[in-house]
């Protein structure tokens, strides 16, 4: 006897499995292989700091972070009186605000008549999707807090500094004749911010990437490794950057205009947690509904080290 799928599910929103359920089920035709799935590189866990994931709990959260005071320093002369300050440092609120979740229900019928584990199977993917969607969400969110020196076609915080990273409307032109430059001219701005040289890192899309192993790097001492990318094929690192590759990155004003993010761990924190994962049974339907809930939230806690590139092809 066939068991056709619902359309719907009582009064809450229900997506049908595609392909539809056809009623007529054939163990034979199906195999216990699956095919594999490929999922966009996440980069956020590379380029952030979580050194306060631990002190979330639930959405809604705030963390207040405390910053280091700044010490003013006077000239002494003999037998001056001292001028003693009393040091106050600023706070940066860290608030979880934000939450995604996946929901999933295996039918009865279909549990019984299948071999494969699909709650297990359903569950890693949402795990991977849940990674990608929170790393576009927070790259999309990052060019807001970054300071105005660290970006545009005048960028550059020392005096007669002029580097042209772009803007959101009038990308570089990134080629294979300059990208290394581009990606050392990135490096002296965080220099002149007085950024430490460990750590850094430059997010790029992918055509950025293969503009990378193209070029002629001819000194190999510039990617960290013994020899150069044309031998080995390794991005390694560039001028201090250990480069990652996403196909993630937001655009700017234009879709010609892809934002490559740099920085430093220090300048962005995120936090993360997943704070439910639960199966319980479908009131609706014979089933069980498989769900989880993730919070999350992010702030650029020091815009000075971080920048963004604006390049196009």
């Given at each position: 006897m066939p068991y056709p799928i619902s359309p719907s599910a009582g009064t809450q929103a229900f997506t049908p499995p595609n392909p539809a359920y056809t009623g007529v089920f054939i163990p034979e035709?199906?195999?216990?292989?699956?095919?594999?799935?490929?999922?966009?590189?996440?980069?956020?866990?590379?380029?952030?700091?979580?050194?306060?994931?631990?002190?979330?709990?639930?959405?809604?959260?705030?963390?207040?972070?405390?910053?280091?005071?700044?010490i003013t320093i006077n000239n002494y002369n003999a037998y001056d009186s001292l001028s003693t300050e009393a040091p106050s440092s600023t706070v940066v609120e860290l608030l979880i605000d934000r939450g995604k979740y996946w929901s999933t229900v295996l039918d009865d019928v279909m549990e019984v008549q299948s071999d494969l584990d699909h709650l297990s199977m359903w569950a890693d993917d949402a795990s991977e999707q849940m990674k990608i969607d929170i790393d576009t969400d927070v790259l999309a969110g990052i060019s807001a807090g970054v300071a105005a020196s660290n970006q545009g076609a005048t960028a550059g915080v020392q005096p007669g500094t002029s580097l042209n990273l772009g803007a959101a409307g009038a990308p570089v032109a990134v080629t294979t004749t300059n990208v290394i430059d581009k990606i050392i001219e990135c490096g002296q701005i965080l220099d002149e911010n007085n950024i430490p040289e460990t750590g850094r890192w430059i997010v790029i899309p992918a055509w950025m990437a293969a503009l990378i192993k193209r070029s002629d790097l001819k000194d190999a001492s510039l990617t960290g490794d013994g020899v150069t990318m044309l031998r080995n094929g390794?991005?390694?690192?560039?001028?201090?950057?250990?480069?990652?590759?996403?196909n993630l990155l937001p655009f700017g004003t234009t879709d010609a205009a892809h934002s490559c993010f740099f920085g430093h761990s220090h300048g962005l924190t995120?936090?993360?947690?997943?704070?439910?994962?639960?199966?319980?049974?479908?009131e609706s339907t014979f089933g069980t509904i498989l769900r989880g809930l993730q919070v999350f939230g992010f702030k650029v806690v020091d815009g000075t080290a971080l920048g963004i590139l604006y390049a196009s092809r």
């Open positions: 035709l199906w195999s216990g292989k699956i095919i594999e799935k490929f999922y966009d590189a996440t980069v956020l866990a590379a380029i952030a700091n979580t050194d306060y994931e631990g002190e979330i709990s639930s959405y809604g959260d705030k963390v207040t972070i405390r910053t280091k005071p700044t390794r991005l390694g690192m560039i001028d201090r950057f250990t480069l990652y590759a996403s995120f936090a993360s947690q997943l704070t439910k994962v639960e199966t319980l049974r479908a």
